[in-house]
C-alpha cells in the first residue's frame, strides 16, 4: 500500500506534462506491480542485467527507461527492453548504441548525459560536447536523439542545485530537442521549476535503497 500511496501523493504534485520515471532499481517486482497496478507504467532502472531480468517477467507495456552507467558490452541487455536510454555519456558508447540499434534494424530514443554537477566522479558530456554531438545525427544512425539528461550536484544548497538545472536547461534549450530529464526524489521541484519534462524519482516511491 505505501507504494501506492506514495506514487498517487507524487503524481498530485507532479504538473501534467512533466513524465515521472518511477526508478526501481534494487526494488523487487512485487513492487513495481504495486506501482503498476495504480497506474504507473515508466520505469527506470539503472543496472543493464537487472533490467533484463525485469522487463522479461513484467508486464509488456511497461515503458523501461535505463538512467544507470552503460558499458558497451551491456548493450546487448539493455537494447531489447529500453524504450528510452537516458544515460549516454559518451560518444564511445553513443556509437556503439547506434551501431547496435542498425544491426537489429531499428533505431532507439536516447538522451546526451550533460555533466553540470560539481563532482568529477560524475561522468557526462560538457555542454559545449553535447551541442557539437547533437548537431551531427548523420554519425549516428541508430539513435534518435531525444534531449538532455542531468543530474545535480549532491548537496543541500538547494541554489547550486538550481544553477546545475539551469545549465543543463540550456543546453536542451540550444539543441532545440524536446526532452529534459532532471530531479530526483531530493530536488525534483526544483528541476520541474527550471524546466524538467522528465523526472526519475526513487526512493520517494519505493522507499530507502
Ligand atoms: C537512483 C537514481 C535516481 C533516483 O534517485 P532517488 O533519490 O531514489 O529518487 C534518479 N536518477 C538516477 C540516474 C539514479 O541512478
Given at each position: 500500500m505505501?507504494?501506492?500511496?506514495?506514487l498517487?501523493?507524487?503524481?498530485?504534485?507532479?504538473p501534467?506534462?512533466?513524465?515521472?520515471?518511477?526508478?526501481?532499481?534494487?526494488?523487487?517486482?512485487?513492487?513495481?506491480?504495486?506501482?503498476?497496478a495504480?497506474?504507473?507504467?515508466?520505469?527506470?532502472?539503472s543496472?543493464?542485467?537487472?533490467?533484463?531480468a525485469?522487463a522479461a517477467?513484467?508486464?509488456t507495456?511497461?515503458?523501461?527507461?535505463?538512467?544507470?552507467?552503460?558499458?558497451?558490452?551491456?548493450i546487448?541487455?539493455?537494447?531489447?527492453?529500453?524504450?528510452?536510454?537516458e544515460?549516454?555519456?559518451?560518444?564511445?558508447?553513443?556509437?556503439?548504441?547506434s551501431a547496435?540499434?542498425?544491426?537489429?534494424?531499428?533505431?532507439?530514443?536516447?538522451?546526451?548525459e550533460?555533466?553540470?554537477?560539481?563532482?568529477?566522479?560524475?561522468?557526462?558530456?560538457?555542454?559545449e560536447?553535447?551541442?557539437?554531438?547533437?548537431?551531427?545525427?548523420?554519425?549516428y544512425p541508430?539513435?534518435?536523439?531525444?534531449?538532455?539528461?542531468?543530474?545535480?550536484?549532491?548537496?543541500?544548497?538547494?541554489?547550486r542545485?538550481?544553477a546545475?538545472?539551469?545549465?543543463?536547461?540550456?543546453?536542451?534549450?540550444?539543441?532545440?530537442?524536446?526532452?529534459l530529464?532532471m530531479?530526483?526524489s531530493?530536488?525534483w521541484?526544483?528541476?520541474?521549476?527550471?524546466?524538467?519534462?522528465?523526472?526519475?524519482?526513487?526512493?520517494?516511491i519505493?522507499?530507502?535503497r
Open positions: 505505501a507504494v501506492a500511496n506514495n498517487l501523493r507524487l503524481l498530485d504534485e507532479i501534467s506534462g512533466v513524465k515521472l520515471v518511477a526508478v526501481s532499481k534494487f526494488k523487487p517486482a512485487e513492487d513495481i506491480m504495486a506501482a503498476y495504480a497506474g504507473q507504467r515508466r520505469f527506470g532502472e543496472r543493464p542485467q537487472e533490467l533484463a525485469k517477467v513484467l508486464p507495456d511497461i515503458e523501461w527507461h535505463f538512467i544507470g552507467h552503460l558499458q558497451t558490452n551491456k546487448k541487455f539493455v537494447l531489447p527492453y529500453a524504450s528510452l536510454i544515460s549516454v555519456d559518451s560518444m564511445h558508447l553513443l556509437l556503439a548504441i547496435a540499434a542498425v544491426a537489429q534494424g531499428r533505431r532507439v530514443d536516447c538522451l546526451l550533460v555533466h553540470v554537477a560539481a563532482e568529477e566522479s560524475k561522468g557526462g558530456f560538457t555542454p560536447e553535447a551541442l557539437s554531438v547533437a548537431a551531427s545525427a548523420a554519425d541508430g539513435v534518435r536523439l531525444r534531449g538532455i539528461m542531468a543530474m545535480a550536484t549532491n548537496t543541500d544548497d538547494l541554489e542545485i538550481r546545475d538545472f539551469r545549465r543543463a536547461r540550456e543546453v536542451q534549450l540550444a539543441t532545440s530537442l524536446p526532452e530529464s530531479g530526483m531530493s530536488d521541484p526544483v528541476a520541474v521549476e527550471e524546466g524538467a519534462t522528465i523526472i526519475r524519482i526513487g526512493s520517494a519505493f522507499g530507502a
